[in-house]
């Protein structure tokens, strides 16, 4: 669908990884800027990402606001501003039980971690990311709790992390997903040989659409960024989806624009476009 030249958006929905950030991990003076352009005209910001809410404070404070974040790939809806967590899904224990039986069967070897959820994205209360022995993160994750594979399994969680160093997320994800099917929603963020698992029926589009039906915006008043498969079902959903020039081809393929890459001011060139015309 093609944007209105004449109408504002209502609100822009932004991936993190890869299109609000630089390859340094930082947000341009120039981005920055773009959406502040976007806010100062009256259009919503929200985030929407695979990070957990614990990785998003960061973010906020580049940004120098702190909008909704969608995280989780849709699992979580996280209020940075007050460091309350809206909204939950979670797989069952028996649904992570059933999950781990097929990654053992179909890709041996391969490494478990979960992301839990507590009240707050720094509840230390609740170990947020429990890996499974021997698991190889794919970044860096100072966060990590180690645990027996029964404790991994034994709690409700809104993600579970398949690890295969030297794999390719993309065949991994091929490997799986005959047999996974609608069990659980499978993507991937970094074809570093990682999968995340959530919910079924659980994408980055869904949490956007919890977020905007209480304001009474409809997907078509939305431009959404994103770089990666995890962000196909939001670019396709909403009303403008903007691939970055970065993108994986898939993402490239499905967009209706396509713009410059995360390291050359990608989402601020559309911004700028739309906003200071």
């Known amino acids: ?31 920055r800027a773009a959406v502040h352009a976007a806010i100062d005209a ?8 695979g990070r957990p809410p614990r990785w998003i404070r960061p973010v906020v404070d580049a940004l120098g606001f702190a909008p909704m974040a969608v995280c989780a790939n849709g699992a979580v809806l996280y209020d940075p ?3 309350r967590v809206i909204s939950a899904r979670t797989l069952s224990a028996d649904t ?7 990654v053992g069967r179909v890709i041996p070897g391969a490494g478990l971690a979960v992301e839990r959820i507590g009240e707050s994205a ?15 993160h794919a970044w860096l994750n100072p966060d990590n709790t180690e645990v027996s594979l029964a ?5 409700p969680a809104i993600k579970l992390l398949i690890r295969k160093a030297g794999a390719t997320s993309a065949d991994m994800a091929a490997q799986l997903t005959p047999h996974i099917g609608t069990a659980a929603e499978m993507t991937y963020s970094t074809n570093n040989g990682l999968i ?5 029926g659980i994408t980055k589009a869904s949490g956007l659409e919890e977020v905007i039906a209480p304001l009474g915006i409809g997907v078509e008043e939305v431009v959404a960024f994103g770089d990666m498969p995890n962000d196909l079902p939001m670019l396709v959903r909403a ?3 903007v691939a970055m020039g970065n993108a994986h081809p898939e993402v490239l393929a499905a967009a209706a624009e396509i713009t410059a890459p995360n390291t050359d001011d990608g989402l601020a060139r559309v911004l700028e476009r739309i906003f200071l015309r």
Request: charge should be negative; charged fraction near 20%; avoid cysteine.
């Open 1 to 31: 669908m093609a944007l209105p030249q004449h109408r504002i958006p209502a609100l822009i929905a932004s991936d993190v990884d890869g299109t609000l950030l630089d390859d340094s991990e930082n947000i341009t003076d120039r981005t």
């Open 42 to 49: 009256g259009s919503g910001f929200v985030l929407a990402t």
């Open 81 to 83: 501003a007050t460091d």
């Open 96 to 102: 992570l039980v059933k999950l781990a039986e097929v």
């Open 122 to 136: 720094h509840d230390a209360a609740t170990p947020q990311f429990v890996s499974s022995p021997g698991y190889e």
């Open 151 to 155: 404790d991994l399994l034994s709690q």
């Open 196 to 200: 995340e698992v959530v919910p079924a």
């Open 239 to 241: 009303g403008h989806g």
